[in-house]
T-cell receptor
């Protein structure tokens, strides 16, 4: 009963490097999300998906790409990391309609130097 | 527009009661959520209100007034472990959880 699993938990990148964050959920949720959280800025939606094979842009999509090839997985890619992408990244998932909102992963703390 | 407002910081004393307010403006109201987030951790679900009134869950209660666009989270018998950020959130589409609009969170410090 893992819920939402994010990997890695910590990462340090050099400017210009690329990486992929993996999110996996075992609750058969239709919707999945990637957020970033910065001090004083709250949770900001990067991209989201309403089902397998679909993705959509959130509030702050620039510099990120996503893919949802399987219902249980949602990948977030940084093509060319910038210091402004230093943040804590959270993946979340939800049913289309329920009373429990989102289930979050434990987060990835990314530092770009 | 769509917006959620809540106080930035609050302090309270162990054993006391604290009320954290949230006002919201969303299109197609479909409930309001409260989440708790401890420092360095992920948000976790506390409550969901879709009808007016107070819902109680142990030491935590949540109130909703749809006509006023207002909610509050009531924490009783405060404990040190209640020191956390409390996030108010509401769906911005009627009928599903497609996207939640999030408040910036209220950082609660519980002092001995």
């Amino acid at each position: 009963n893992a819920g939402v699993t994010q990997t890695p938990k910590f990462r340090v990148l050099k400017t210009g490097q690329s990486m992929t964050l993996l999110c996996a959920q075992d609750m058969n949720h239709e919707y999945m999300y990637w957020y970033r959280q910065d001090p004083g800025m709250g949770l900001r939606l990067i991209h989201y998906s309403v089902g397998e094979g679909t993705t959509a842009k959130g509030e702050v999509p620039d510099g990120y790409n996503v893919s949802r090839l399987k219902k249980q997985n949602f990948l977030l890619g940084l093509e060319s990391a910038a210091p402004s992408q230093t943040s804590v990244y959270f993946c979340a998932s939800s049913y289309r309609q329920n009373n429990y909102g989102y289930t979050f992963g434990s987060g990835t703390r990314l530092t770009v130097v | 527009g769509q917006n959620i407002d809540q106080p930035t910081e609050m302090t309270a004393t162990e054993g006391a009661i604290v009320q954290i307010n949230c006002t919201y403006q969303t299109s197609g109201f479909n409930g309001l959520f409260w989440y708790q987030q401890h420092a360095g951790e992920a948000p976790t679900f506390l409550s969901y209100n879709v009808l007016d009134g107070l819902e109680e869950k142990g030491r935590f209660s949540s109130f909703l007034s749809r006509s006023k666009g207002y909610s509050y989270l009531l924490l009783k018998e405060l404990q040190m472990k209640d020191s956390a950020s409390y996030l108010c959130a509401a769906p911005n589409n009627a009928g599903n959880n497609r996207k939640l609009i999030w408040g910036l969170g209220t950082s609660l410090a519980v002092n001995p």
